[in-house]
Structures are given as structure tokens and as C-alpha cells.
């Protein structure tokens, strides 16, 4: 199947920083790229959703000032926690569609803010 | 909007045994259902991809079955192994350009 990559795969930061996450896809064009987090034991929850050069669509009660996400390219989409206090711990997983075919999941990123 | 619900939330059966997993949707108009397991930590592993034109899929000891009418689909492990202890995911995905929606997903121990 198709590739999706994260980076980083893991980050511990500061509370009040910022932090950048980085989605790509290796071998295929992403038109739509989602953004999910989980966190401990619970299931994906879905934050927004990416089309190539468009602004991202939030989903209800997710701060698109806090993440910021940008999908300026076909393979590759960043989502920025901004002032990232402790309860933005979690675990962020992207995941990138070409067209009407299968979505792809990267192997996600593990914030920790202390 | 679309709900799915994972049912049990955890199992904990001995090697050796069949089981089923069983997952429901509200929305019957899907594009696709998966299966994915997720071992603690870590991403997601697609295990079976069944489109809604489908009623099954099966790979190695894994049967995944669809009825899209009812909102249903089961997740058949053969000959459980301890290896296959880890989260199972059950995702719907519905018509258009939406994105997966996941239960909560049954945690399986497969004690040896």
C-alpha cells in the first residue's frame, strides 16, 4: 500500500511553545489529508480535514487558531500546535487520501507538554 | 452523522480459540468499512478493507464480514495467538470526500 510518513515521531516540549508536525506522502499525491488524535486508550478522533491549497475544515470544538494546519502541496501537510499547554498531550495521527481511493495513515506522533 | 460502536470494549480469551469482533454503524449509505489493529503506542496496521459493494474479505486466519443493510460487520479471528493481542479498530467510511470515522475498538488479549 501507499506510504504516509510523520515526522516527528516523537516530541516533549515546554508549555507555551509551539510545535510542528509534519505529514507527507511518499508515493502518491495527496489530495485530501486528515488529521486525527487520540488519546490514552480512547479512539481517533478526527480534528480536520485537508484539500491541496484549500483552507482546512475543522470539525466541532477543535481551535483552528491552537492548530493551524496548512496543506500547501500534494504530498505534504503540517499541523502547528501553537502555545501547546499539557492537555494537548496526545497522540497525533495524520493520514492522506488520493481522490475517491483509500486513506492512508502515517505512524503518528506522540506530543508530550510539560 | 455517522456513529460506530465497537462491541465488546475488551476480551480476554486462551490461545487457541475463535472469536468474533463485532462493530455497528448508524449510517448505512458507506463507501467502505476497515479493519485496522493498533498495538499500544503505536499507528495503525490495515488488516481488511471491505468496500460496500462487498460482503466479505478474508486474509490468512482474518474474515472480515459486511451487511450494510443491517449497519453490521464482524471481524472473525481464527486459532487466536498471543501475538494477535493489540486494539482492533473497526472505521466507516461514508460517500464523498469524508473521512474514516472510528469506534472505540475492542482490546483483545489472547492469553497463552
Redesign the interface.
Same mark, same amino acid.
Request: overall charge positive; charged content about 10%.
Given at each position: 500500500?501507499a506510504v504516509v510518513s510523520q515526522h516527528p515521531s516523537r516530541v516533549i516540549c515546554k508549555s507555551g511553545t509551539s510545535v510542528k508536525i509534519e505529514c507527507r506522502s511518499l508515493d502518491f499525491q495527496a489530495t $485530501?489529508m #486528515?488529521w486525527?488524535r487520540q488519546f490514552p486508550k480512547?479512539? *481517533?478522533? *478526527?480534528m480536520a $480535514?485537508s484539500?491541496e491549497g484549500s483552507k482546512a475544515t475543522y470539525e466541532q470544538g477543535v481551535e483552528k487558531d491552537k492548530f493551524l494546519i496548512n496543506h500547501a502541496s500534494l504530498t505534504l501537510s503540517t499541523l502547528t500546535v501553537t502555545s501547546a499547554h499539557p492537555e494537548d498531550s496526545s #497522540?497525533y495521527?495524520c493520514?492522506a487520501r488520493e481522490g475517491?481511493l /483509500? /486513506?492512508? #495513515?502515517?505512524?503518528?506522533t506522540?506530543l508530550t507538554v510539560l | 452523522k455517522q456513529e460506530v460502536t465497537q462491541i465488546p470494549a475488551a476480551l480476554s480469551v486462551p490461545e487457541g480459540e475463535n472469536l468474533v469482533l463485532n462493530c455497528s454503524f448508524t449510517d448505512s449509505a458507506i463507501y467502505n468499512l476497515q479493519w485496522f489493529r493498533q498495538d499500544p503506542g503505536k499507528g495503525l496496521t490495515s488488516l481488511l478493507l471491505i468496500q460496500s459493494s462487498q460482503r466479505e474479505q478474508t486474509s490468512g486466519r482474518l474474515n472480515a464480514s459486511l451487511d450494510k443493510s443491517s449497519g453490521r460487520s464482524t471481524l472473525y479471528i481464527a486459532a487466536s495467538q498471543p501475538g494477535d493481542s493489540a486494539t482492533y479498530l473497526c472505521a466507516v467510511r461514508g460517500s464523498g470526500n469524508t473521512p474514516l470515522v472510528f469506534g472505540k475498538g475492542t482490546r483483545l488479549s489472547v492469553i497463552a
Open positions: 500500500g $485530501t #486528515f486525527y480512547k479512539s *481517533l478522533m *478526527l $480535514t484539500n #497522540f495521527i493520514s475517491a /483509500q /486513506q492512508f #495513515f502515517g505512524p503518528g506522540r | -
